[in-house]
């Protein structure tokens, strides 16, 4: 059983930056944020090959956000620039096999984290 710890969440007004961190048990292939807004579906955000460092990302987060990884801390990292109301939700850290590497689907992703908070306010 993979354990994956979030941190990192807050309040910031638009235009300000997050770093969120997820701390994993163990390492996965594939790693992913997605987020969750209230009466919404959660939704995929940022993905990442653990193996090479090869990235993929939702179209509303591109050139704002970047996903990246720490192999000697096995922890994966979303840092969030240029952050906008809509970016409002609870984020979540997702692992999951080499198969899950593109998909936005989060059915493709094993193991998830609780979840940090991010709200942005206007």
């Known amino acids: 059983q993979v354990q994956l710890v979030e941190s990192g969440g807050g309040l910031v007004q638009a235009g300000g930056s997050l770093k969120l961190s997820c701390a994993a048990s163990?390492?996965?292939?594939?790693m992913g944020w997605f987020r969750q807004a209230p009466g919404k579906e959660r939704q995929f955000v940022a993905g990442?090959?653990?193996?090479?460092?090869?990235?993929y990302y939702a179209d509303s987060v591109k050139g704002r956000f970047t996903i990246s990884r720490d192999n000697a801390k096995n922890t994966v990292f979303l840092q969030m620039n240029s952050l906008k109301p809509e970016d409002t939700g609870r984020y979540y850290c997702?692992?999951?096999?080499?198969?899950?590497?593109?998909?936005?689907?989060?059915?493709?992703?094993?193991?998830w984290g609780q979840g940090t908070q991010v709200t942005v306010s206007s």
């Open positions: 997702a692992a999951g096999s080499s198969g899950a590497f593109g998909s936005t689907w989060q059915r493709s992703y094993d193991y």
């Open positions: 990442i090959s653990w193996n090479d460092g090869n990235t």
């Open positions: 163990e390492r996965r292939n594939t």
